[in-house]
């Protein structure tokens, strides 16, 4: 039976979760994690078969635990799950190295199936980003603005593009304002916009926001 990490800062979600893999799925072992340190800690200390990993951990950046984590256990699939769209980060975790991205209003049964198929040495990935994958290799080499961003920098320019504020931002992701402040600056640089208004327009002509 598969031993699975689940890696969310919600207990709700995260016992959610554990119910479905032990109920549908059977895993002998559900260990949890409620933060990147934790999360840390189990990879080091235990074997397991897959992570379910939440990319939205307050402190950390989600794609920056899945880079360590990997690093760590090359092996080891790790399915995404988060609240945001496909359209938004399921390429770049893809890229970071996880074995699949599922959004979290996804149906159990879609979770389910995911993790048989990731456990099975395979990669969850939906039609819509299959093609997003396939654009990638016929697109011009000059890349957008949105890709010369870090995870945490593109991160930031989304959560600016809908509309919050640095204070709002540093409060989510517990950072201090001056550090929110300082990624909005390298993302203006980076991109050669001007204000959060050319940021929210150039997300939306993207469809990077809805």
């Known amino acids: 039976m598969p031993r699975i990490l689940v890696v969310d800062d919600h207990p709700l979600v995260r016992r959610g979760i554990v119910q479905v893999l032990r109920q549908d ?3 002998s072992t559900v260990g949890e994690a409620a933060s990147a340190p934790e999360a840390v ?5 235990h074997e397991w078969d897959a992570v379910v990993l939440d990319i939205s951990l307050p402190g950390r950046n989600g794609l920056d635990l899945l880079k360590e984590i990997k690093s760590a256990r090359p092996r080891l699939p790790v399915l995404v799950l988060s609240t945001y769209p496909e359209s938004q980060f399921a390429v770049r975790a893809l890229r970071a190295g996880a074995a699949g991205y599922l959004n979290k209003e996804s149906a ?6 995911a993790i048989r198929r990731i ?4 990669k969850h990935i939906s039609p819509a980003v299959a093609e997003q994958l396939a654009n990638d290799l016929t697109a011009d080499p000059s890349k957008p603005p949105h890709e010369l961003l870090s995870d945490r920098e593109y991160d930031v320019m989304l959560r600016l593009a809908s509309g ?4 709002d931002i540093a409060e989510t992701l517990h950072l201090s304002v001056k550090t929110v402040s300082t990624y909005r600056t390298r993302i203006l640089e ?7 208004s050319e940021i929210a327009q150039y997300a939306i002509r993207n469809g990077l926001i809805e």
Do not use: C, M, Y
């Not at 919050?164 to 204070?167: E, L, N």
């Open 108 to 113: 159990p049964e879609v979770l389910i199936q």
């Open 190 to 196: 980076k991109t050669g916009f001007r204000n959060n």
């Open 119 to 122: 456990l099975a040495g395979g």
């Open 164 to 167: 919050q504020t640095v204070g």
């Open 41 to 45: 800690s189990a990879v080091w200390d």
């Open 25 to 27: 799925l059977g895993a």
